[in-house]
């Protein structure tokens, strides 16, 4: 395995380069004594459910993985919490305003972009939406599809992480979406 920090060359106070490895995830600069950390970036990932308790699932419209299954979501942003994220990525991939949200489990995961792969930690939640009119695939889902997760292809579903949640929760089918009155409880 290379270097998660291998396509930095220079190091990115002094700009000395004598930025050598350090640690499996760090690089440290000799001349300034700067160490960087390789940690991984934070994202989500969102089981949604129809009153048929079929899922959610988008198709990517770019790379990586482009034309392949996903889940709703993304990494998140500075400054912002995964439940700020949950509710920021459903709302820009898919038009759904988020109404109550139950955290699920994380795995670890790497995302290639542009040439550098980046280790994520991905956070699954599964939420409700009150409104499913206004349902419609934008900004990085080309479609949206409901499936049912046990008839889902795995194969189809391009990144990783998404396919071991799937995985995950195959053994654990969830009955058809909660009611209002029992999402309040949540």
Known sequence: MTHPLQKYRYCPVCGSQRFVVATVKSKRCDDCGFELFMNPSASVAVFIRNERGEVLFVVRASEPAKGT??????????????????????????????????????????????????????????????????????????????????????????LDSIRRACEKLRGKEAPPRPSPKERERW
């Open 69 to 158: 299954l996903d889940l709703p979501g993304g990494f998140t942003d500075i400054g912002e919490t995964v439940e700020e994220a949950v509710r920021r990525e459903v709302m820009e991939e898919t038009g759904l305003r988020v109404g109550t949200m139950r955290y699920l489990f994380s795995l670890p995961n790497s995302y290639l972009y542009s040439g550098l792969t980046i280790p994520t930690m991905d956070f699954f939640f599964e939420c409700t939406v009150d409104d499913l009119s206004t349902l419609h695939a934008s900004d990085d889902a080309a479609a949206c599809r409901w499936l049912r997760l046990d008839e889902v292809n795995l194969e189809e579903i391009g």
